[in-house]
């Protein structure tokens, strides 16, 4: 079964060039999917439908999210749909299930203060111009942590106005900085070349492509590391920790905007979203809005004998 998900995941990089991300998240998945198989003394070649509908009971028997459970179910399907092109399955087991659906969860933001105060204390870590760039950055584009921190130096020099992000599927696009990014991007940089200078003088080292170099194997700061790095600056702004993340403060980018009279078409190109309806998670933020402008400027809310219904 690891021939199988190994093919598979070949398949996927070379033709559909998916991202190093998702075929992580697809070869853990179909590992999962083998493994249960094989203690049911079965296999991908051999399972049929009612082998993967048990697989997906046991998925929900050990507490695995509707999303989770949709996701495994997805690969599945791609699986078998790659397996029967190659001719190693007449048939795909699984085309017919109908899937969890997805929680329809608003997700997590925060506020124009929280924010305020997470940048504020971004600017009084030990490393305040690396710190605090990362943070104006994230919230002036509502990049991908991924995309954030494998950002190449090259995308930063003179000064732009925009920066070319490359997101899923190494699709490029175009997202502009406002004048504090700017500025933070600017004192990093210089920061940061200086760093890069002093380690080529002293230690013979390569100069590093990437704006957030890291001795990390990827050679640029790991999600993991950005991911504990925001929870310190939340813990040092007083806001509780377990609100913050990179992707809360995407949403609060998207969120601020929607808030201050942005479109949902022009927030799903800032955010890279490939489907509107991904971006529709925000619809509520617009419904606000909606009503309360009504209730600010139509006659009837104003008049306090004949409140709007």
Excluded at 17 to 46: E, I, K, M
Excluded at 213 to 242: C, D, M, N, W, Y
Excluded at 280 to 288: A, D, N, Q
Aim: with cysteine; proline share 4%.
């Amino acid at each position: 079964m690891e021939h199988w998900i190994q093919a598979f995941l070949e398949a996927q990089a070379a033709e559909l060039d998916a991202a190093r991300n998702t075929l992580l998240a697809y070869g853990r998945d179909l590992r999962d999917v083998a493994g249960w198989l094989a203690r049911q003394d079965s296999h991908f070649a051999t399972a049929d439908r009612d082998a993967i509908e048990r697989y997906l009971i046991h998925c929900e028997a050990h507490g695995l999210s509707r999303a989770t459970r949709a996701r495994r179910l997805s690969a599945i399907r791609q699986l078998y749909r790659f397996a029967f092109e190659e001719g190693w399955r007449s048939s795909n087991p699984a085309i017919e299930i109908s899937g969890p659906g997805r929680d329809r969860r608003l997700p997590k933001t925060l506020s124009v203060a929280d924010v305020d105060q997470l940048l504020a204390a971004a600017r009084e870590t030990s490393e305040p111009l690396r710190d605090t760039c990362l943070m104006e950055l994230l919230y002036a584009t509502g990049m991908r942590v991924t995309e954030l921190v494998s950002l190449p130096v090259a995308a930063a020099r003179g000064d732009p106005r925009m920066l070319l992000v490359r997101g899923k599927g190494d699709k490029e696009r175009m997202v502009p900085l406002s004048p504090a990014a700017r500025a933070a991007l600017s004192d990093w940089l210089a920061r940061r070349d200086d760093v890069d200078d002093l380690s080529r003088r002293e230690r013979g080292a390569a100069s590093s492509r990437f704006l957030f170099p890291s001795p990390s194997s990827a050679g640029h700061l790991t999600r993991q590391r950005f991911f504990g790095l925001i929870k310190e600056i939340a813990v040092r702004a007083g806001v509780s920790p377990a609100t913050v993340t990179p992707h809360t403060l995407r949403h609060a980018f998207a969120t601020h905007l929607l808030q201050g009279g942005a479109d949902l078409r022009s927030i799903q190109t800032l955010l890279g979203h490939a489907d509107v309806g991904t971006t529709e998670i925000y619809t509520h933020v617009l419904e606000e809005r909606l009503r309360d402008l009504v209730f600010e400027h139509h006659p009837l809310a104003r008049d306090s004998g004949r409140g709007l219904g």
